[in-house]
Antibody, heavy 117, light 107 residues
Framework: EVQLVESGGALVQPGGSLRLSCAAS????????MHWVRQAPGKGLVWVSR????????NYADSVKGRFTISRDNVKNTLYLQMNSLRDEDTAVYYC??????????WGQGTMVTVSS | DIQMTQSPSSLSASVGDRVTITCRAS??????LNWYQQKPGKAPNLLIY???SLQSGVPSRFSGSGSGTDFTLTISSLQPEDFATYHC?????????FGQGTKLEIK
């Protein structure tokens, strides 16, 4: 079964750090661009970051540039999002998603990040 | 950044109705437009990619059209399981932006 499973979400204080993981299975992970998308409570979807299949290329939303770092381990079939200098406005469910044919065809179940003192 | 505007923001309809949701881009995005369905507490599910291609496993009552700046998602005959929130997304250029969502409710 093709699936993505996120983990690592937690309650963290403003200014803190967190690393999210996304474990992939059921497909050749090293063949696909991968993305992070977030959704604040009751709000819409916001694209956060993407990484190329071989890890050589990355892009970020302006709102997280310089604070978040996307990475991947194609041996462990895992995508990561290192989040530093967290702010209240980073509170959201974070989804990882597989890129395919210019769309996101497989999504994880999401992991909740809450930034609050 | 490319802004995506969906209309309406919410819609009430009945089972069996034909429903159309529109999405407008702030600049031309060719056909790099996708549609997702999201139910409460769940991840989005891809319905249509590149404006008009039906994702595998998605019922044929869903269809998409458009190019350039104006796009539509049509559900030909609403089923009970279709009541959800629908999101459009452009993948023409990063940052990949989504519309604000259209909540489809039962009348």
């Amino acid at each position: 079964e093709v699936q993505l499973v996120e983990s690592g979400g937690a309650l963290v204080q403003p200014g803190g750090s967190l690393r999210l993981s996304c474990a992939a299975s059921g497909f050749t992970f090293s063949s696909n661009w991968m993305h992070w998308v977030r959704q604040a409570p009751g709000k819409g979807l916001v694209w956060v970051s993407r990484m190329s299949s071989d890890g050589s290329s990355t892009n970020y939303a302006d709102s997280v540039k310089g604070r978040f770092t996307i990475s991947r381990d194609n041996v462990k079939n895992t995508l990561y999002l290192q989040m530093n200098s967290l702010r209240d406005e980073d509170t959201a469910v974070y989804y990882c998603a597989r890129g395919y044919k210019y769309a996101f065809d497989i999504w994880g179940q999401g992991t909740m990040v809450t930034v609050s003192s | 950044d490319i802004q995506m505007t969906q209309s309406p923001s919410s819609l009430s309809a009945s089972v069996g109705d034909r429903v159309t949701i529109t999405c407008r881009a702030s600049q031309s995005i060719s056909t790099y437009l996708n549609w997702y369905q999201q139910k409460p507490g769940k991840a989005p599910n891809l319905l249509i990619y590149t404006a008009s291609s039906l994702q595998s496993g998605v019922p044929s009552r869903f269809s998409g059209s458009g190019s350039g700046t104006d796009f539509t998602l049509t559900i030909s005959s609403l089923q009970p399981e279709d009541f959800a929130t629908y999101h459009c997304q452009q993948t023409y250029s990063t940052p990949y932006t989504f519309g604000q969502g259209t909540k489809l409710e039962i009348k």
